[in-house]
């Protein structure tokens, strides 16, 4: 077992936990991490995800090992698995945040890219190194470039030199980049207030801004007004604008 998956106090932990290698991302590990998102996504307890490892390194991306000397086959389920895994972090209800702690590499560059929000330590680093052995990375091509835009994305993958911590906050990759030994606590900070708010109103806004970053602006602004008409008769909008029109705390139902 290289994945584990725990809540306590409403916070859902998916840890990687296969810190001697790295924490790659092989089949098993990346089909366990899709279990376990999904486990927590059916927890009615769990209204935040974080996304953590343990070790020097978050992940040193897949694992080479299962891909020499493959079958066309075999290569296709490795990346079938990851598209399902990175499908799976936007799917499940609650936000996702990625707690970075060290280098985040190819596969898990792609992962801190995919999570809804990210703090890093300030010491971590990141890269998306395939190039450099003939493997161009292609799968994290593809949250990178929507995280950080088409020329900085292009700069990491021609490349595949290191980014820092500082670096990768300033280009979007990642919320925030901490000191190591504040990690922890900010992380924590910041999933207790998004916790706070509605399980079901975070529910709804996420799947909505998934469903809105892609369309065009008119197209967006339909969509989305029924999305807000929709929430507003949900009970817990009706008990938020209630709590707040009588100035107490709202009590939510989820």
């Not at 030199?161 to 990642?174: H, N, R, S, Y």
């Amino acid at each position: 077992m290289s994945v584990i998956a725990a809540c306590t106090d409403g916070i859902g932990v998916l840890t990687l936990d296969d810190e001697k290698r790295r924490n790659p991302l092989s089949l098993a590990t990346m089909r366990e991490a899709t279990a376990g998102l999904r486990r927590l996504h059916e927890d009615p307890r769990a209204r935040v995800i974080v996304i953590e490892a343990r070790g020097l390194a978050f992940s040193a991306g897949h694992d080479l090992s299962e891909m020499v000397d493959r079958t066309l086959d075999d290569e296709r389920e490795i990346f079938a698995a990851c598209t399902e895994l990175m499908a799976t972090v936007h799917a499940v209800r609650q936000p996702v945040v990625a707690q970075v702690q060290g280098m985040a590499l190819a596969a898990g560059c792609q992962l801190v890219a995919t999570c809804d929000l990210a703090i890093a330590a300030d010491t971590a680093r990141f890269s998306t190194p395939g190039v450099k052995i003939g493997l161009f990375c292609s799968t994290p091509m593809v949250a990178l470039t929507r995280a950080i835009g088409r020329k900085r994305a292009m700069s990491m993958l021609l490349t595949g030199d290191l980014i820092d911590a500082a670096t990768a906050a300033d280009w979007g990759l990642i919320n925030a980049a901490v000191p190591a030994d504040r990690l922890e606590q900010t992380v924590a900070d910041l999933v207790a207030r998004i916790a706070s708010s509605s399980g079901d109103t975070l529910a709804i806004g996420k799947r909505a801004f998934y469903d809105q970053i892609d369309r065009t602006e008119p197209d967006a602004y339909s969509a989305m007004s029924e999305v807000m008409a929709t929430n507003a008769m949900t009970c817990d909008a009706q008990e938020g604008m209630n709590a707040f029109l009588a100035k107490r705390a709202p009590v939510w139902s989820s």
